[in-house]
Nanobody, 123 residues
Framework: HVQLVESGGGLVQAGGSLRLSCAASGTIFRTNAMGWYRQPPGKQRELVATITSDGSTNYTDSVKGRFTLSRDNAKNTVYLEMNSLKPEDTAVYYC?????????????????WGPGTQVTVSS
């Protein structure tokens, strides 16, 4: 199993900044990618940004130039720096892990989600 611990959400005014962190722990054989998704009120969950083990990043268009995703491989932790926040960034943000996990008798690819952290941007 893999546990994801998220931190850093909160309330901020438009134009402000927040930093989200997500630390993965457990029987991780290999981390392939980690990242963040978000679910705005009344909408479906959507990609925010992901980063692979070699550092390649992918951002949704609406956050390009404002958000930066980085990772510390040694700590299996990712950081999402969010600048110039807008009210439309308001959502529950979920950490995502994709990798190979060790079981009692197996090693297999799995995907995990964090519990979510609320980000609210006031106008």
């Amino acid at each position: 199993h893999v546990q994801l611990v998220e931190s850093g959400g909160g309330l901020v005014q438009a134009g402000g900044s927040l930093r989200l962190s997500c630390a993965a722990s457990g029987t991780i054989f290999r981390t392939n990618a980690m990242g963040w998704y978000r679910q705005p009120p009344g909408k479906q969950r959507e990609l925010v940004a992901t980063i692979t083990s070699d550092g390649s990043t992918n951002y949704t268009d609406s956050v390009k130039g404002r958000f930066t995703l980085s990772r510390d491989n040694a700590k299996n932790t990712v950081y999402l720096e969010m600048n110039s926040l807008k009210p439309e960034d308001t959502a529950v943000y979920y950490c995502n892990f994709r990798g190979v996990v060790m079981g009692k008798a197996t090693i297999r690819p799995e995907e995990y989600w964090g519990p979510g952290t609320q980000v609210t941007v006031s106008s």
